[in-house]
């Protein structure tokens, strides 16, 4: 198994876990309200969900072909919906969708300035516009966002949560033998980070706690796996950990709300997507006696998606 996940707990992991929970309470990083902050002219809600929609299809997709880490896409929404509802609370006037769009495509930018600079250096964002803005536009809005913003460009990520949460459940506790395999970690990981990128396309979830949309996909994906791959008990111990060192259970009503929220989202384009949410199970391991709710009847009946969800 990877090293990077299975260092025991320490100290250290858990403390960075209590210093995004406490990122993510300031309001400098909330998000609220994207709505009635952008196209406020527009009555038709439908259309706004649409211009939204297809920004963040886009970005996803300047993402995949620049090769970037597609979570600066969430990073980057996460600038857009706080302008957005900063510019509207401040100045009382809503962005335009075509100013909605260049805040898009310049906190895509910035993203990249900071989380991937190489790549910046050799993509001319402006290019990507199809030659509707230029330098000029990108830097105005540049001036406006980091101004709005007040610099607070590094926010808490559901898969920053995703990525502390799954070291907590396979990392090795006290008096725990389990020796995890790199299958078994690879499926968590990868359908937990999915379900953290199918939120940043919803405008409720979006405006979630990072925190309870992470936690609320590790709890679906771990739902999906056979309990002779994933016992009780270091299931319970993961529920205890996360619960005395940030007070967060599958219990709480953000975490409900967002865990029900992430299943129908899903589910809407079941048929699109690129990653299936099926149970995993060991075939080196006998199944014989393998517990008939080893499963959640939710997943279990989760339809195989293939195809691609992110559209060329």
Known sequence: MDDQWSAPRSTDLLDRLSVLRKKEELPEYQCSHWSHSICQQDKDTTKR?????????????????????????????????????????????SLSSENYQLAAMTSLSIAMKLFDPKT????????????????????????????????????????EFVRSFIRILFSPAENQTEIFDEALLNH?????????ELSVWDDF?????PSAVAFASIMITVDSVDLLCLSHEVRGGFLKCVEDSIGLTRECENVVVAERKIR?????????CPIKMEPFVDDNIPHEASSPNSHSSRNSDSPDCVGSFFHA
């Open 49 to 93: 969900d649409l211009l939204r929609e297809k920004v963040c299809d886009w970005q996803y997709k300047v993402a995949d072909r620049c090769n970037l880490d597609r979570e600066i896409v969430s990073i980057s929404m996460s600038y857009l919906e706080r302008f957005s509802f900063m510019t509207f609370s401040k100045t009382g006037k």
């Open 120 to 159: 910046m250096q050799s993509t001319c964002i402006t290019s990507l516009s199809g030659g509707r803005f230029n330098k000029e536009n990108v830097a105005e809005m540049e001036t406006a966002i980091l101004t709005f913003l007040s610099w607070h460009l590094i926010p808490a990520t559901p898969l």
């Open 188 to 196: 968590v990981f990868e359908m937990s980070r999915f379900l953290t």
């Open 205 to 209: 979830l979006v405006k979630q706690k």
């Open 264 to 272: 129908e989202v899903y589910l809407k384009c079941a048929g699109d």
